[in-house]
């Protein structure tokens, strides 16, 4: 059973830019949070961002704060990450995530239900 999938990862430079998108075939995820998460080798895989149903509510991890955003297209199934001023060290698979997740827990993967498969993303120096 396919439960998200993930898309637009690719090669970019140092200082670039990529928006990846999250779809959910057959589901609308409706009241879900979704989050996205992502690994490098070698290294757990840890907490990128996440948003509300809503979408009013967003948190992000520390790193990211002020490059990335997250947003969500409710009525396409759909959630993306614009991502800017990319940095070699966020070379990783980067995954969605959506589940029933309370608000103080949304950087926590066990709160998570589904999950897509993950898209590369590479950051050349």
């Known amino acids: 059973q396919v439960q998200l999938v993930e898309s637009g990862g690719g090669l970019v430079q140092a200082g670039g830019s990529l928006r990846l998108s999250c779809a959910a075939p057959g589901r609308t995820f409706s009241g879900y949070v979704m989050g996205w998460f992502r690994q490098a080798p070698g290294k757990e895989r840890e907490f990128v961002a996440s948003?509300?149903?809503?979408?009013?509510?967003?948190t992000y991890a520390d790193s990211v704060k002020g490059r990335f955003t997250i947003s969500r297209d409710n009525a396409k199934n759909t959630l993306y990450l614009q991502m800017n001023s990319l940095e070699p060290e966020e070379t990783a698979g980067y995954y969605c995530?959506?589940?029933?997740?309370?608000?103080?827990?949304?950087?926590?993967?066990?709160?998570?239900?589904?999950w897509g498969q993950g898209t590369q993303v590479t950051v050349s120096p």
């Open positions: 948003i509300s149903w809503s979408g009013v509510s967003t």
């Open positions: 995530a959506a589940g029933n997740v309370p608000a103080k827990q949304r950087n926590l993967r066990a709160r998570y239900d589904y």
